[in-house]
């Protein structure tokens, strides 16, 4: 039987209501639904959300939020043209730095980036204008950033785009999780089929609800994994999943092959 998404999402959206810190979450969610593309930022905002993606790529927001500034130094303030002439020297430099996440991979990534990012901009006048020409054809320009760009598979690319203020769902392992529990998705592995699936489960709910895919997002993000302060607790972790909290039970396969009372 085919499942309410748009009650189910309600369900998702009046709970975390209930559990938010002070009005951080409808805080939060009113600023995606009125956050777009701004071609006219400077180059050294969508530098700086090309960095902050690759690290927060496998680490929980919450490790890195006292980082930022130290991040921020690193990348010189996320001025393309400086961080573009870095050298080993300075990629070693980051390396012995204790205050950011000491990723060889990711911060190499990030300087060539900065070289990417400065070579674009030069052709098209800013990096925004770049963006702009494909404000709407988004698939063209995830195939783009991960052609082109270090460190970029399909999942961050998602999230680039939600960052920069385009419209996207990011298939994370939340919301991974979240969909395959609820017997939405075929499987939980993160697969590429899992990513698709779980797109196009996202379109659908933005299509019955009215909501932009970044709030669709965030309401399975801090659902699964309590957002970045947020709300005061994830309802449907990993490993301790709060099914007695959990209005979505009868909709719920995992809960139901628990048994869970």
Known sequence: MKKDLK????????????????????????????????????????????????HVSGF????????????????????????????????EKMMNNPRIIKNKNKLKACIENAKLIKEISNKYGSFGNYLNKYSNNPEKLIKELINNFHYMGKVSALNYLNMIGMDAVKPDVHVIRIMYRLGLIDS????????????????EIKNLTGEKLKVVDAIFWM???????????????????LCCECPLTDYCDFFKSQKIE
């Open 223 to 241: 659902y699964g994994g309590g957002g970045d302060n947020h709300v005061k607790k994830a309802i449907c972790s990993k490993q301790k999943p």
């Open 60 to 91: 929980k927001v919450s490790i890195l939020r006292d980082r930022w500034s130290d991040i921020r130094k690193a990348f010189s303030d996320y001025d393309v043209c400086r961080v573009s002439q870095y050298t080993d020297r300075d990629l």
């Open 188 to 203: 939980d592995k993160g697969s590429p089929e899992d990513v698709e699936q779980s797109i196009e489960v996202a379109n």
């Open 7 to 54: 009650k189910i999402f309600n369900l998702m959206f009046e709970k975390l209501e209930l559990i938010s810190i002070g009005d951080n979450f409808i805080n939060d969610i009113n600023k995606r639904r009125s956050v777009c593309l701004d071609k006219n930022k400077p180059d050294s905002f969508f530098y700086e959300m090309l960095v902050v993606d690759i």
